[in-house]
Structure formats: structure tokens, C-alpha cells
């Protein structure tokens, strides 16, 4: 995760970006900005964002193209994802929450419930990467296990029969 942690902001409309970052930069975040879902992609894959705030309708490729192309892209790391839209209706929540968003927030934002689900977003993601990193030492560890026992194996052949078995 970068230290501060790093934010995208994707809307088609920039006074709804611009509300975001007021709202979001006095809490001390990296925050970068798309205006569209080619846009979001792009700077998806370059910046790798700790979160990303993704509006629902916009031209081009609407966000849940985009959520799903980033939840299915393997090369990425875990990168949550809040859909921020219009869009209130339950079928809509489920359609983005299948499309692989990990929450919803409705238009206009809650100002106070924004900055708690980022910050709960933020710690899923410092979780997820703790236990990434977990996983390849420990990994690594059992791989150099797997080298000692086998280099163990080789030198039996070294020892007295009586010592060998």
C-alpha cells in the first residue's frame, strides 16, 4: 500500500471529482483523478491505486465495464473498488456489487459515510496486502526447507549404513 495511501477518483463530470477531493484531501490522501472509464483503466494499471471511487455512467466505457475488467485482470494487485452513482435502485446495487465492487455509494455522497467507508476500504486493503506478503514468505520459507531436506537426503549416502537408516 503507498504511504499516503493512493486514490482514484473516476467521473464523467468534473464539479462530482471536485466535490471528492475536497472532501478527501484534507484527510491526507494521494489523490489522482479519470474522466472516463479508458481514462480509469489507464490509470488503473499505471498508478495501481490503493482505492478506487468509480462513478457508474459515463461515455465510453461505463464503470461497471471497468470493475469487472479490473477484477478480472490477474496482473493487478487487489485494488478495491466503490461504485459512486445515481444509481439507487437494489437491482443496480447487485449488478455492481456482482460486477466485483466491493461497496456502493449513492448520489449525492454522504460526506460522512464517504470518508468511513474509504477508510474501511483502506483497511481491507492494507489486510489483503499483509496477508499477501505473508504468503510469499512463507512460501519462501517452505521452499528452502524443501532444498535442506533435500540436500540432507544426498548426504546419507555419506553415512555408516548403521547411521543412514
Known amino acids: 500500500?503507498?504511504?499516503?495511501?493512493?486514490?482514484?477518483?473516476?467521473?464523467?463530470?468534473?464539479?462530482?471529482?471536485?466535490?471528492?477531493?475536497?472532501?478527501?484531501?484534507?484527510?491526507?490522501?494521494?489523490?489522482?483523478?479519470?474522466a472516463d472509464g479508458e481514462e480509469a483503466l489507464a490509470a488503473a494499471r499505471?498508478?495501481?491505486?490503493?482505492?478506487?471511487?468509480?462513478d457508474v455512467m459515463m461515455p465510453k466505457i461505463d464503470g461497471i465495464e471497468v470493475c469487472k475488467t479490473?477484477?478480472?485482470?490477474?496482473?493487478?494487485?487487489?485494488?478495491?473498488?466503490?461504485?459512486?452513482?445515481?444509481?439507487?435502485?437494489?437491482k443496480d446495487v447487485v449488478t455492481g456489487l456482482e460486477a466485483g465492487a466491493d461497496d456502493?455509494?449513492?448520489?449525492?455522497?454522504?460526506?460522512t459515510a464517504l470518508v468511513a467507508r474509504v477508510k474501511a476500504a483502506l483497511r481491507l486493503k492494507q489486510l489483503h496486502d499483509q496477508i499477501t506478503e505473508m504468503n510469499k514468505n512463507l512460501e519462501q520459507r517452505v521452499g528452502d526447507?524443501?532444498?535442506?531436506?533435500?540436500?540432507?537426503?544426498?548426504?546419507?549416502?555419506?553415512?555408516?549404513?548403521?547411521?543412514?537408516?
Open 70 to 90: 479490473l477484477k478480472n485482470d490477474t496482473n493487478l494487485p487487489f485494488m478495491p473498488i466503490i461504485l459512486c452513482t445515481a444509481k439507487a435502485d437494489s
Open 1 to 34: 500500500m503507498h504511504n499516503p495511501p493512493r486514490i482514484l477518483i473516476v467521473d464523467d463530470n468534473e464539479t462530482n471529482r471536485d466535490i471528492l477531493m475536497a472532501r478527501l484531501g484534507p484527510q491526507g490522501y494521494d489523490l489522482k483523478q479519470a
Open 145 to 165: 526447507q524443501l532444498v535442506e531436506i533435500e540436500r540432507m537426503s544426498g548426504l546419507k549416502r555419506f553415512l555408516p549404513p548403521q547411521i543412514a537408516e
Open 104 to 111: 456502493y455509494l449513492t448520489k449525492p455522497i454522504d460526506q
Open 46 to 54: 499505471e498508478l495501481l491505486p490503493d482505492l478506487i471511487l468509480l
